[in-house]
C-alpha cells in the first residue's frame, strides 16, 4: 500500500500524559499536514510542513502540541498534558506542490483516533 | 461565523434517488473547491475538485461552483447505498496552503 499510513490507529491514554502519533507520507510528497477531527465536524487544519520545515501553524496549535518533520520524510506529532478536550481523531494528509503553485492534492491517512480518559 | 457552513444532515434517501449537497462559504477569496468522502472512522478521500466558478462532471457526480453566491453543490445521480458516507466540502485560498472544511453532511442511501 503506497498511501498515507498512520500509527497507532487508536490510543487511549490518562490526562496528564504525553502521547506521540506518526504519520509516514506517500513517498515523492513534499508537503505533510495534520488536521484534528472532532465528532461531527469537519477536518481543522493544525500545521503544515514543506520537506522539514514547519511554514504554517494554526492558532488551534496550543504550547502542549509539536509537530516535527525532521528528515523531510515521517512526521510526528506530539501532545503533552493531554486534556480530555485532546480526544479527537488527528489526520495527517500528504500532497506534492508544485512550483506553479496551482492546486496539489492532498491525500489523508486514516487518522488515528485518540481518547483521553 | 465559521468561514465553510455545510447542513450536518442527517440527509436519508432511497437507492436511485439524486441527492443534492450544499455549502456556503463567507471568503470571497476561495479559489478552489473539493467534494471529500469520508467512511466511518476513515480518512477523507476526494471525489472532485473544481477551480473557480462553473461546473465538473465525473460519473454519476456532478460538482457546481457559484462565486458570485458564495454557494458550492455535489449532486449525486442514481444514488447507491455505497455512497452511504459523510461528504465533506473543503476550500482553498489561493494561497494554496490550508484546507478549510465544512462539518460534513452525513448521507444514508437506503436499498
Known amino acids: 500500500d503506497t498511501g498515507v499510513s498512520q500509527d497507532p490507529r487508536h490510543k487511549i491514554t490518562k490526562r496528564g500524559q504525553n502521547v506521540t502519533f506518526r504519520c509516514d507520507p506517500i513517498?515523492?510528497?513534499?508537503?505533510l499536514y495534520w488536521y484534528r477531527q472532532t465528532l461531527g465536524q469537519g477536518p481543522e487544519f493544525l500545521t503544515y510542513?514543506?520537506?522539514?520545515?514547519?511554514?504554517?501553524k494554526s492558532r488551534l496549535l496550543s504550547d502542549r502540541f509539536s509537530a516535527e518533520r525532521p528528515k523531510g520524510s515521517f512526521s510526528t506529532l506530539e501532545i503533552q498534558r493531554t486534556e480530555q478536550g485532546d480526544s479527537a481523531m488527528y489526520l495527517c494528509?500528504?500532497?506534492?506542490?508544485?512550483?506553479?503553485?496551482?492546486?496539489?492534492?492532498?491525500?489523508f491517512g486514516p487518522g488515528t483516533r485518540l481518547t483521553v480518559l | 461565523q465559521k468561514e465553510v457552513e455545510q447542513d450536518p444532515g442527517p440527509l436519508s434517501v432511497p437507492e436511485g434517488a439524486i441527492v443534492s449537497l450544499n455549502c456556503t462559504y463567507s471568503?470571497?477569496?476561495?479559489?478552489?473547491f473539493m467534494w471529500y468522502r469520508q467512511y466511518s472512522r476513515k480518512g477523507p478521500e476526494l471525489l472532485m475538485y473544481?477551480?473557480?466558478?462553473g461546473n465538473k462532471e465525473d460519473g454519476r457526480f456532478t460538482a457546481q461552483v457559484d462565486k458570485s453566491s458564495k454557494y458550492i453543490s455535489l449532486f449525486i445521480r442514481d444514488s447507491q447505498p455505497s455512497d452511504s458516507a459523510t461528504y465533506l466540502c473543503?476550500?482553498?485560498?489561493?494561497?494554496?496552503?490550508?484546507?478549510?472544511f465544512g462539518t460534513g453532511t452525513s448521507l444514508t442511501v437506503i436499498p
Open positions: 473544481t477551480y473557480s466558478s
Open positions: 494528509a500528504s500532497s506534492l506542490a508544485q512550483s506553479s503553485g496551482l492546486y496539489n492534492e492532498q491525500f
Open positions: 471568503n470571497s477569496a476561495f479559489q478552489y
Open positions: 473543503a476550500m482553498i485560498l489561493n494561497t494554496g496552503n490550508q484546507f478549510y
Open positions: 513517498s515523492e510528497h513534499n508537503r
Open positions: 510542513f514543506q520537506n522539514e520545515a514547519q511554514l504554517e
